[in-house]
């Protein structure tokens, strides 16, 4: 198991600069919402849960920004719906 090399503020600034709720990190990435407060506090975070928030993160900007190119509307008003998660990012 890979442990990243972010520290708990740098995860926490992760998480606010995309618009994300703990909740919703912990439910992305399967571990209960102690468990993640725990790794914005400092305990070792798995390096593939970043991985996994990264590419939720990515993908959703990538959704958004085609809507908008192609002349629609976000569904969630410039909020993204990642629906298999039932997880809406705030951009």
């Known amino acids: 198991m890979k442990i990243t090399n972010l520290t ?22 399967g571990v209960g919402l102690r468990q993640w407060q725990k790794y914005e506090q400092g305990y070792p975070c798995k390096e593939i849960y970043m991985q996994i928030l990264n590419m939720v993160v990515r993908n959703n900007k990538l959704i958004d920004a085609n809507t908008h190119a192609f002349g629609g509307e976000s569904e969630t008003d410039n909020n993204v719906l990642v629906p298999a998660m039932n997880i809406t990012v705030r951009t």
């Open 8 to 29: 708990g503020k740098e995860i926490k600034d992760f998480r606010l600069a995309n618009g994300l709720r703990q909740k919703d990190c912990a439910n992305i990435v």
